[in-house]
């Protein structure tokens, strides 16, 4: 059974770092891309990052490049996402979630349906 667990979310102020982990269990970890998406008070999920098997190859929203990095310990079954300079319209549940393949397709990489398996999400909450 597979299963993602998500730590790291916190209050926090806004121009401060936080870094979120994603553990995963019950499958070949390596060989699946990791995606991270969020969910703000009242709207829909929304894709943030993602990275393929390796870890060579990542993608972001392009409203959220340059202060979010994702990254992966495959030796720790582990995926992380980097927030820096952070604001309160990141204010959100954070979740991670296993790609079906281990490269992501360079057209549609956000879209959720190349995901499988979800967590249930860590809150990030900024205050200004």
């Known amino acids: 059974q597979v299963q993602l667990v998500e730590s790291g979310g916190r209050l926090v102020q806004a121009g401060d770092s936080l870094r979120l982990s994603c553990v995963y269990s019950?499958?070949?970890?390596?060989?699946?891309?990791m995606g991270w998406f969020r969910q703000a008070p009242g709207k829909e999920r929304e894709f943030v990052a993602a990275i393929n098997w390796m870890g060579y190859t990542a993608y972001y929203a392009t409203s959220e490049k340059g202060r979010f990095t994702i990254s992966r310990d495959n030796a720790k079954n582990t995926v992380y996402l980097q927030i820096d300079d952070i604001k309160p319209e990141d204010t959100a549940i954070y979740s991670c979630?296993?790609?079906?393949?281990?490269?992501?397709?360079?057209?549609?990489?956000?879209?959720?349906?190349?995901?499988?398996?979800w967590g249930q999400g860590t809150q990030v909450t900024v205050s200004s």
């Open positions: 019950g499958g070949q970890f390596i060989l699946h891309a």
């Open positions: 979630a296993r790609a079906r393949a281990g490269q992501l397709p360079t057209s549609g990489f956000e879209s959720q349906d190349e995901y499988d398996y």
